[in-house]
């Protein structure tokens, strides 16, 4: 099995670019969620969807955006982007509400210059 | 806000020693205690979770210590070897945990031969 991948692993940004970050899941699993990772910061949650058509924004949503047209898919958007949003992000997925169980894929490095 | 606060942030222990990590949580709502494992270029993995009707997991050379009353909870690793040097994640989620996990900041664990 794939589980969670995530495309490009790497990208470089000029200021004011855009870009959507991929993720796919083969797991069939209906909880998907972004996050993104700075040094020293752990992870914080950015998007998360309970569905497909269905999403919410987290604790950083600012500056992203989701859909969630499939089950499998989960792109992040990122808009106009900012030295700020220079990061390791993660998507990841979970077939079970409340396990708190999420398997996450390996991460996009996106840096901004 | 810090919801979940880890410590140490970086921790050294020698080979066959015991490697303990510790988290407390201020939202009494959480009710699922899950640690990550993160190696170097890889997204986090579930290690070992629990929840606080009980007050002790363990998983091999993995145990997890809950104290409800304090809020806090720690990682304690075993017999702790060189392919346990890692970045360690406490986390907790509540209400059904759709919304993801709050994680802590982290801690570099360094395992010396």
């Known amino acids: 099995n794939a589980g969670v991948t995530q495309t490009p692993k790497f990208r470089i940004l000029k200021i004011g670019q855009s870009m959507t970050l991929q993720c796919a899941q083969d797991m069939n699993h209906n909880y998907m969620y972004w996050y993104r990772q700075d040094p020293g910061m752990g992870l914080k949650l950015i998007y998360y969807?309970?569905?497909?058509?269905?999403?919410d924004k987290g604790e950083v949503p600012n500056g992203y955006n989701v859909s969630r047209s499939t089950t499998e898919d989960f792109p992040l958007r990122l808009e106009l982007a900012a030295p700020s949003q220079t990061s390791v992000y993660f998507c990841?997925?979970?077939?079970?509400?409340?396990?708190?169980?999420?398997?996450f894929g390996e991460g996009s490095r996106l840096t901004v210059l | 806000q810090q919801q979940v606060k880890q410590s140490p942030q970086s921790l050294i222990v020698q080979k066959g020693g015991i490697s303990i990590i510790n988290c407390a949580y201020e939202?009494?709502?959480?009710?699922?205690f899950p640690w990550y494992q993160q190696f170097p270029g890889k997204g986090p993995a579930l290690l070992i979770a629990?929840?606080?009707?009980?007050s002790e997991k363990k998983e091999g050379r993995f145990t997890i210590s809950f104290n409800k009353s304090a809020k806090q909870f720690s990682l304690h690793i075993m017999d702790s070897q060189p392919g346990d040097s890692a970045t360690y994640f406490c986390a907790a989620s509540s209400g059904g945990g759709a919304d993801g996990l709050t994680f802590g900041k982290g801690t570099h664990l360094i395992i010396q031969p």
């Open positions: 990841a997925s979970s077939l079970l509400r409340g396990t708190g169980e999420l398997f």
């Open positions: 969807s309970v569905g497909a058509g269905i999403t």
């Open positions: 939202n009494t709502a959480f009710d699922y």
């Open positions: 629990i929840r606080p009707d009980v």
